[in-house]
């Protein structure tokens, strides 16, 4: 079965600072991992995906996530926080060899501090 | 830009009561889904639709739950008996390809209350 957890249901971050959110899948065959964002009152929004190739994704809003298999994390970093970053985090995993359900992580809440 | 819209944004409703939940997938897509998130828990996966059938379901999905595509545009969730542990926010989901790498585009959900 698969899973995946996040590191910390709330992160506070400086403006200007290193936004870095945790996320660690469980998964018996090879995954694919994405992260989504959600401000309030609206939908979850997809930040980025990795399928195949290139390891090193990058997203929408300057983020950017490293599929690392050996540590089997998906961490997701922006160099430089902004304000208008704060808002819910989800990571989540979907099998290839199955159709396009989302197993989610529980969220992490990113609030920035000016 | 094209969004998937729910209604109502939140419903209140008495145990045992029935609630539909409704939505408006993106008009070009194929594949919708159901989501839920308890307060404080996961986001967690209900059910996938294609071709007007299931195509997937999870434990939670059961006897009372159902879902339907009535017309061309709207995706409906039907709970038939709710009970207190049905409150929650409930998203809908769609995509254009059943890939899983093919991007789910979320509605703002639906927050249902049980009294």
């Known amino acids: 079965a698969q899973s995946v957890t996040q590191l910390g249901s709330h992160v506070s971050v400086s403006e200007g600072a290193l936004v870095l959110l945790r996320c660690n899948y469980s998964?018996?065959?090879?995954?694919?991992l994405f992260w989504y964002v959600q401000y309030p009152n609206q939908g979850l929004q997809l930040l980025l995906k990795y399928t195949t190739g290139a390891t090193l994704v990058k997203g929408i809003n300057g983020f950017e996530a490293e599929f690392k298999k050996s540590e089997t994390s998906f961490h997701l970093t922006k160099p430089s926080a902004h304000m208008s970053d704060a808002a819910e985090y989800f990571c989540?995993?979907?099998?290839?060899?199955?159709?396009?359900?989302?197993?989610f992580g529980q969220g992490t809440e990113l609030s920035v501090k000016p | 830009e094209p969004e998937v819209t729910q209604t109502p944004s939140h419903q209140v409703t008495q145990m045992g009561q029935e609630v539909i939940l409704r939505c408006v997938p993106i008009?070009?897509?194929?594949?919708f889904y159901w989501y839920r998130q308890i307060l404080g828990q996961k986001v967690e996966f209900l059910v996938s639709f294609y071709n007007n059938e299931i195509s997937e379901k999870s434990e939670i999905f059961d006897d009372q739950f159902s879902v339907e595509r009535p017309d061309g545009s709207n995706f409906t969730l039907k709970i038939r008996s709710t009970k207190l542990e049905d409150s929650a926010m409930y998203f809908c989901a769609s995509s254009r390809r059943l890939e899983t790498a093919s991007e789910q585009f979320f509605g703002p959900g639906t927050r249902l209350t049980v009294l």
């Open positions: 008009s070009n897509h194929l594949y």
């Open positions: 998964s018996s065959v090879p995954p694919y």
């Open positions: 989540a995993v979907s099998r290839a060899t199955q159709g396009g359900k989302l197993i």
